[in-house]
């Protein structure tokens, strides 16, 4: 009786044992074996001895200098003027009183300034202007917006997101609402070249992406800017947004607090030396905030408008690479080191890494 007892549990503890080791090879969370995951496959290994580093070395600084300097020679290629104008275009009677001359209606607005053209100009010459210490990246000032509303008029009231402008005091929806609309940049700008006037093109001047489809054909303003408090300039409400180049333009806000967008552009080539005269109406409030307003007028090249930076970079790490490169063959000539036996490496001993 007690044998079979005995036997009777044995087999018991052994089918118990069996049991809870199959429950935990169920639970395992361990994957099931193969090369992939043991990552066990065949591979490129390289072996990086000072031919190849001090080859590759040379190759990048061989093909990064030449690149850096045509940046920098396309760069200086660019012809650009930039005038600051905020300061310069306040009355004398009111220098130690900015912001009481901005926000005055009665006050007269218009700023006539020369500018030198300092080389040749060739056409387009593109006119931007320059805002700095506005940050447009500010979280609550990039989410006052409607996109809906601006692509479809059947979203006109979808306005809230656009707090604090998205409604009038009757609640009737703005168009465009939100605050990025509400301060769009109002200042002009014309141009005189010997007493003729110089035609600025808002042709092209917005992403052909936005216009087709992020602004509605179907969309027009309405109630904008009708409230007590004004932000920038108005819109015509006859004519949708979708050909409301400023306005689109200025809708795609800036990552940066410095940056510049696109005004138009002049299709006439400025002679060096030429004097050209700009009548700025200056209505834009950058003085509460301390910012600054700038006129930029410039040309373009393969690169775009005036940037050392990508030259500059392009320099810096090609000429690194060279400096690398050479100082790697000293090391090598002066205090040359043996290479090992890559036969005694485990994937050449054992091709599957074991």
Known sequence: ?????????????????????????????????????????????????????????????VIFIPI??????????????????????????????KLAYIQNSTTNKTCTRSLIVPKQMKRPVYVYYQL??????????VKSRSDKQLRSRASESDTSTCDPEGTTPDNSPIVPCGLIAWSLFNDTYGFLVNNKTLKVSKRNIAWKSDQEHKFGSDVYPKNFQSGGLIGGAKLNASIPLSEQADLIVWMRTAAFPTFRKLYGKIEKDLEANENVTVVIQNNY?????????????STTSWI????????????????????????????????????????FLSWNRNPSGV
């Open 285 to 297: 409030n950058t003085y509460s905030f301390g910012g600054k307003k700038k006129l930029v007028l």
């Open 132 to 141: 700095d210490n506005f940050y447009q990246n500010h979280r609550r000032y």
């Open 68 to 97: 850096g300097l045509a940046s920098l020679f396309a760069s200086e290629r660019v012809v650009e003027i930039v005038y600051r104008y905020d300061e310069g275009c306040i009355p004398t009677n009111y220098s130690d009183q």
């Open 1 to 61: 009786m007690n044998t079979k007892g005995a036997t009777t549990s044995s087999a018991g503890g052994t089918d118990g044992a069996s049991d809870s080791s199959s429950a935990a090879k169920r639970n395992s969370k361990k994957p099931k074996y193969s090369r992939f995951t043991q990552q066990e496959l065949p591979a490129c290994k390289p072996i990086l001895t000072p031919g190849w580093v001090i080859t590759t070395f040379i190759f990048v600084g």
């Open 304 to 343: 775009g408008g005036k940037n050392d930076f990508l030259g500059v970079a392009y320099l810096t790490v090609g000429g690194l690479c060279l400096f690398l490169a050479i100082s790697f063959i000293l090391v090598y000539v002066v205090k040359p080191r043996p290479l090992g036996d890559p036969s």
